[in-house]
């Protein structure tokens, strides 16, 4: 189906990032206003997750009301909108379902454990009528960009392998950024969903407040947000399931609102009324978010780029090197068996828009899991300057060993992925602490660390955050094209001479 736009709404929402649609209703979307990323995210929740449970029974009523378009058949029904397929369906006039179509979860059902009594499961912003065949080609797929085979293909999507060999399903151009719309929504409304991990697929979302999304989906989803603008149909439909549901899906009313939650504007405060001074979604440029290794060390063979410190800013001596369990933490010899050190690493988020930790890791004679925040703490640190305990830390949430059984050691397991989104912009510490004492006197294994992140494309060079004594030839504009004045500028991206260029100290 081709897409027509509405050309005075985007011509003016390119120039306001922030700016609402007519069919926003008086303050639904005020306690937004001032908030950044993870506040941000939290206000629109609190602004969506109130509505109407449509019950999946019922689903195939309301999609006549809500997923009709203009085009009818000889006996007056209406066609059915389908993302999944370019086949031609046309609603029965009674609510009941079409034949050769299917309730399609956009986010899959698999993903919680299947359910759909759950207001997930039965929302009709992310469950949607498709094609059957295509719902059954699509399974229970991640969004991403096939590159390898392909096993399944319409007009309207295709699943196959992606550059990782991972079975992914890939909408068309047309289609890529209302299915990361609904995405973000299903993120921003379900947080608190028991997502799950599977070993079959990877699920994008993650049971957290913020991001939900999980690192590795969020640049794919940005993108595509960009290069398909909102159409004229989502906006048709926004308000259409409002009108059923009750509530709305802000990124279709702010198309630039992803950026200020997970992009290029995390640090600028939205505004409803376009007075937001954030990036405008990336507007100066069309690079492409790369994903780089920033840190990757088996521990086996050596500490560097790690090094070692006690809680006094000492060299340690409780952690050493060892060939096949990785970095080795252990104070059975030291005096009293007291220690408290810490495995450290220097990682430099400035450029980076996402960011993931990994590591393996096992214990030794611990006989209860509470041990692990006090004597086990994975922490990162903003200000560190040579001195643990002069630095402040926040605990970092990594997956624990199972208890001991038969042995005193545990098996290695995986951290699982741990987001470092919150640090993007900055320049931070790592660091595994390890405590022991005569009445604990414990071990613990530490292996492949690894931080990996979306970072803006390399050559981006960085200027220091200075008065700046700027001529006209070395004007700086944001991201949205305003020319910058001549004070100190906020932490960001900017373009500079044509270039984009990252401010990073405040």
Known sequence: MKRHFFPLILSLLMLLPGMALAGIPEGYYDAA??????????????????????????????????????KTNAEGQHQVMDY?????????GDGSAVSGMNKEHVAPQ?????????????????????????????SNYPLGVVTGKVSYSNPCMKTGKDKNGKMVFEPCNEYKGDFARIFFYVAT????????????????FRREDYPTLKADILPTLLQWAKNDPVCEWEITRNERVYAEQGNRNPFIDFPYLAEYIWGDSIDYAFSTDGSSSGGGGGQGGDETPELATLVDCPLTTGFSPFFVRTYEGCDGEAWT????????????????????????VDIDLTCSLTATLTFEHATGYNKTEAVKDTYFQVLVSEDYDGVPEDASWDMLDAAFPPLPSSSNFTSFVNSGEI????????????????????????????????????????????????????????AIYDLSGRKMGNGQLPKGIYIKQGKKTSITNP
């Open 321 to 344: 090197s060892d060939s096949k369990y990785g970095a080795k933490a252990t104070a059975f010899n030291l005096p009293n068996k007291e220690a408290d050190e810490y495995l450290m």
């Open 189 to 204: 409304c379900y947080p608190d969903v028991n997502w799950k991990e599977l070993t079959d697929v990877n699920v994008s």
């Open 84 to 92: 999944y397929s370019d086949k031609v369906f046309y609603f029965t």
């Open 419 to 474: 987001s470092l989104n919150g640090y993007s912009g900055k320049k931070v510490t790592l660091a595994f602490r390890f405590q022991s004492n005569s009445q604990a006197a414990y071990c613990w294994e530490v292996r492949n660390v690894k931080v990996t992140a979306y970072t803006v494309p390399d050559g981006i060079g960085e200027i220091e955050n200075e008065k700046l004594k700027m001529k006209n030839e070395e």
């Open 110 to 138: 698999s993903w919680w454990g299947k359910g759909t009594d759950i207001p997930v499961g039965c929302d009709l912003f992310q469950v949607i009528p498709s094609e059957s065949n295509a719902n059954s080609a699509k």
């Open 33 to 70: 206003n001032g908030k950044k990323k993870a506040d941000l995210k939290a206000a629109m929740h609190d602004a969506i997750a109130p509505h109407t449970k449509i019950y999946y029974s019922s689903l195939w009523v309301y999609y006549e009301k809500v997923d009709y378009l203009d």
